[in-house]
């Protein structure tokens, strides 16, 4: 059975078996009395011990229920020193409170990129459990947890709230990050039972995050937008009907009041307006549902397929018509035409995603014209965002590419000193802004503008970018210089 670990109390304070009973909110889901005997029964209905060193694994469909969409009810994130410390507030949550935990060791999927895995399973949880630390501060990726959590707290199609707990040695209002200072933390240091305040915290979230959450928007929602590749606006495309074939178009509507708002200024709104017009009339969106993956894609395939097998097989009887010998007609023309049948519903398929693929790069440099006409004005992108394929998205990002623009400048007007070439600074400034927009535009048609947070991450941040990604000057620096060395060669 599995063994029920205590956190570092305060002197004085009772044991976990002599402690108290978490009362009941309306508001909450279930409530689970904690007392020793009733733990018991709780490990022993639900628990499967695997040794003193595993991680305990509930029985499954034992936690409580989940909201639809939701994997784990806390993502738990933590610095690798206090893997420890993480660990037991894990196999607590689970154990007594029936909370399934999100914890890397166990949960993250092997050979995929560390920052993919946080993406993706913080997006599957309900909430974020931060475990405050000295070393959690100290940790790029436990930044990187932290900022990413924050930024998607903002955003309601994740529906994400966020439990800080201090776990030791922080002073809240001297040691966090301003993000993170509006939120009222759990002190472990205080708490006689620290699992029990995260228990608490998560089923009436105003104990810990609500109260502050619209404080905590409105003092840093501006910050957030004025990150290079934080993302202003999302919008979905539609299904529209239609006569032939019943909702085979997706369009995007036109914008509402809250959309104008998000995007600010006049020329913002005029730049997002002229690519929606692109998007709509492109042949792409008018095609969505063939090009998308899925049922109907394999329908038209099959069908054009079926056509091409019955072409071949009636032409070739209509040539032998007079033919009596049915066995040589079935070998010549029957069975040709349904092996054709099988080889040509593959081909098509891979065809039309081709195509697909060809039609979408189409679409974001047709896109990426009309950003180009706004963008000294702005310094907004509007992106094409078909990661998901079944709703197309139109993102709109900022990328103020002006710091990195006098950056790149500086680099090339050494590299000209070295070389001995005679260029003005306008020149240089006109050859970094070509640079710049050349490698947006390259990351545009890989995909990876749209999704940011699967950027290469920098060891510092050097322009302000959104979860700390390297900023596009950092990553032609490095160019610069592999080229200048492979020159000197």
């Known amino acids: 059975m599995a063994e029920h670990i205590e956190l570092p109390l305060c002197e004085g304070e009772p044991s976990a078996k002599s402690r108290g009973t978490i009362q009941e909110d309306n508001d909450s889901i279930s409530s689970v009395t904690c007392t020793g005997e009733n733990q018991s029964l709780l490990q022993n209905r639900y628990i499967e011990g ?58 993250f999927t092997p050979a995929k990129r560390i920052d ?8 599957k949880s309900v909430k974020v459990l931060l ?38 040695d922080i002073d809240a209002d001297k040691d966090l990050p301003p993000f993170l200072k509006p939120y009222v933390c759990i002190d472990a240091r205080k708490e006689y039972d620290s699992v029990a305040k995260i228990h608490e915290a998560f089923y009436h979230s105003g104990v810990v995050d609500a109260a502050h959450q619209a404080e905590l928007e409105s003092k840093f929602a501006e910050d957030n937008r004025n990150q290079n590749g934080a993302h202003l606006l999302e919008l979905e495309g539609k299904m529209m009907k239609s006569a032939c074939f019943n909702a085979s178009h997706f369009e995007f509507p036109d914008l509402t009041e809250r959309d104008y708002s998000c995007m600010g200024s006049i020329e913002a709104q005029n730049q997002l307006e002229r690519s929606i017009d692109v998007v709509n009339s492109s042949c792409l969106m008018r095609n969505y549902r063939i090009f998308k993956n899925g049922m109907f894609q394999y329908g038209i395939s099959l069908l054009m397929s079926l056509l091409v097998a019955f072409l071949y097989i009636t032409v070739g009887l209509s040539e032998t018509f007079g033919s009596r010998d049915v066995n040589d007609m079935w070998n010549t023309h029957v069975n040709p035409g349904i092996f054709l049948l099988f080889i040509s519903f593959p081909l098509i398929i891979f065809i039309l995603r081709k195509f ?14 009309r950003n180009l006409i706004y963008f000294d004005d702005t310094m907004c992108l509007v992106l094409l965002d078909v990661t998901d394929l079944g709703i197309p998205k139109l993102t709109t990002i900022r990328y103020d590419i002006s710091a990195c623009q006098e950056y790149t400048s500086l680099l090339l007007t050494k590299k000209s000193l070295v070389k001995q070439e ?27 503008l749209v999704n940011w947070q699967y950027m290469e ?19 032609l620096e490095k160019d610069i210089i592999t080229r200048d060395v492979a020159s000197r060669k």
């Open 356 to 369: 697909r693929n060809k039609l979408i790069s189409l679409l974001r440099k047709s896109i990426w014209d």
């Open 131 to 168: 475990i405050l630390s000295p070393d959690f501060l100290d940790s790029h990726w436990c930044d990187m947890e932290a900022r990413l959590a924050v930024q998607m707290s903002f955003d309601r199609a994740f529906s994400l709230r966020i439990i800080p707990l201090i776990l030791r």
């Open 457 to 475: 991450s920098g060891a510092y941040n050097r322009h302000n970018t959104w979860l700390r990604k390297s900023c596009v000057c950092q990553v």
């Open 116 to 123: 993919e895995n946080i993406q993706h399973e913080m997006e």
């Open 50 to 107: 695997h040794g003193d060193d595993d991680i305990d694994v509930l029985i499954e469909g034992k936690f409580d229920d989940l909201p639809p969409g939701k994997k784990y009810h806390i993502f738990i994130a933590h610095s690798a020193l206090d893997g420890d410390q993480a660990l037991q507030i894990c196999k607590e949550l689970e154990s007594r409170f029936l909370l399934k935990c999100m914890y890397f060791d166990r949960d």
């Open 422 to 448: 005679v260029f003005d600074d306008i020149q240089f400034q006109a050859r970094a802004k070509a640079m710049i927009l050349r490698k947006l535009l390259e990351w545009n048609e890989r995909g990876r």
